[in-house]
């Protein structure tokens, strides 16, 4: 399969002591069993936003400390120590978009605490996932500004034929793209996710895994031989996502609304 198209985010993705973007599956075993079985379970939003929240201010901010104050930073964020009482909760990333496992998860646990509160076997919706980082972007809007230069507003959904230039607008601003993959309610099929090979001067995609109710992001795009495919962070991996299998998925097994993206704008 031969390359004709390829679009990128404008800097290097979240890494997580060197994995592609989060994973809900590390909080299997944080301090709080509830808590961390919730998440584990029904994170993938609440990650999502996360990541897209800590790439929009990446770079954006002083280096990190060295010495004896970035050692006590350390140990003060691990998500695995009983917080100090009336501790504020970090609601924004260290610098840079590079992190340790300590570093994002207690990231993560104050954003979930405060803004992206995930139920069990619910998880949390586009609309409330949407609403929450309208609150961010309210509360840190000064901040963000300052730091990036923009102003960003979210809202969930947009009209099925505006699915793919939405995807390539945001991607063209910066922006990572959460997009769900709905329950299909009482259907079988889910999405697959393909791992990119490059051998014989042509691209070639092999199913792994695949997927339905979970919330992944959208980092890349690739257009090939009559094929779109979305590149995405989904468990701290990169996959590949076929657009069209991801389409015929909606309109056969769910529908528009649970599967859709949360669209940011900035100006």
């Not at 961390?36 to 936003?49: E, F, H, M, Q, V």
């Not at 619910?122 to 929450?132: D, E, T, W």
């Given at each position: 399969?031969k390359?004709?198209?390829?679009?990128?985010?404008d800097?290097?993705?979240?890494?997580?002591?060197?994995?592609?973007?989060?994973?809900?599956?590390?909080?299997?075993?944080?301090?709080?069993?509830?808590?961390?079985?919730?998440?584990?379970?029904?994170?993938?939003?609440?990650?999502?936003?996360?990541?897209?929240?800590?790439?929009?201010?990446?770079?954006?901010?002083?280096?990190p400390?060295?010495?004896k104050?970035?050692?006590?930073?350390?140990?003060?964020?691990?998500?695995?120590?009983?917080?100090?009482?009336?501790?504020?909760?970090?609601?924004?990333?260290?610098?840079?978009?590079?992190?340790?496992?300590?570093?994002?998860?207690?990231?993560?646990?104050?954003?979930?605490?405060?803004?992206?509160?995930?139920?069990?076997?619910?998880?949390?919706?586009?609309?409330l996932?949407?609403?929450?980082?309208?609150?961010?972007?309210?509360?840190?809007?000064?901040?963000?500004?300052?730091?990036?230069?923009?102003?960003?507003?979210?809202?969930?959904?947009?009209?099925?034929?505006?699915?793919?230039?939405?995807?390539?607008?945001?991607?063209?601003?910066?922006?990572?793209?959460?997009?769900?993959?709905?329950?299909?309610?009482?259907?079988?099929?889910?999405?697959?996710?393909?791992?990119?090979?490059?051998?014989?001067?042509?691209?070639?995609?092999?199913?792994?895994?695949?997927?339905?109710?979970?919330?992944?992001?959208?980092t890349?795009?690739?257009?090939?031989?009559?094929?779109?495919?979305?590149?995405?962070?989904?468990?701290?991996?990169?996959?590949?996502?076929?657009?069209?299998?991801?389409?015929n998925?909606?309109?056969?097994?769910?529908?528009?609304?649970?599967?859709?993206?949360?669209y940011?704008?900035r100006?």
């Amino acid at each position: 399969m031969k390359l004709i198209n390829e679009v990128k985010l404008d800097k290097p993705y979240i890494s997580v002591d060197g994995s592609f973007g989060g994973n809900q599956g590390w909080f299997a075993d944080i301090e709080k069993k509830n808590k961390g079985r919730t998440l584990k379970g029904w994170g993938c939003g609440l990650i999502a936003a996360s990541d897209v929240i800590s790439f929009i201010l990446s770079g954006s901010f002083s280096e990190p400390e060295s010495g004896k104050k970035a050692d006590k930073r350390k140990s003060m964020n691990s998500p695995l120590r009983k917080p100090e009482k009336n501790e504020a909760a970090p609601h924004v990333p260290a610098p840079g978009n590079s992190y340790t496992k300590d570093e994002y998860m207690n990231y993560v646990l104050g954003l979930e605490k405060t803004f992206f509160h995930i139920l069990p076997k619910l998880g949390i919706s586009g609309i409330l996932l949407s609403l929450g980082m309208n609150i961010y972007f309210l509360i840190n809007g000064r901040k963000i500004h300052k730091a990036t230069g923009h102003r960003y507003m979210a809202h969930w959904f947009v009209r099925p034929g505006r699915l793919l230039t939405s995807i390539q607008e945001m991607l063209g601003n910066g922006i990572p793209v959460i997009i769900a993959i709905g329950p299909g309610f009482l259907r079988k099929d889910k999405v697959v996710f393909y791992d990119r090979k490059e051998e014989g001067g042509g691209l070639h995609f092999k199913p792994v895994t695949k997927t339905k109710d979970h919330y992944v992001t959208v980092t890349g795009l690739i257009e090939a031989e009559g094929r779109t495919l979305l590149e995405i962070s989904s468990w701290g991996k990169r996959y590949y996502m076929d657009y069209d299998e991801y389409m015929n998925y909606v309109r056969k097994n769910d529908n528009f609304y649970f599967s859709n993206i949360l669209y940011i704008k900035r100006w």
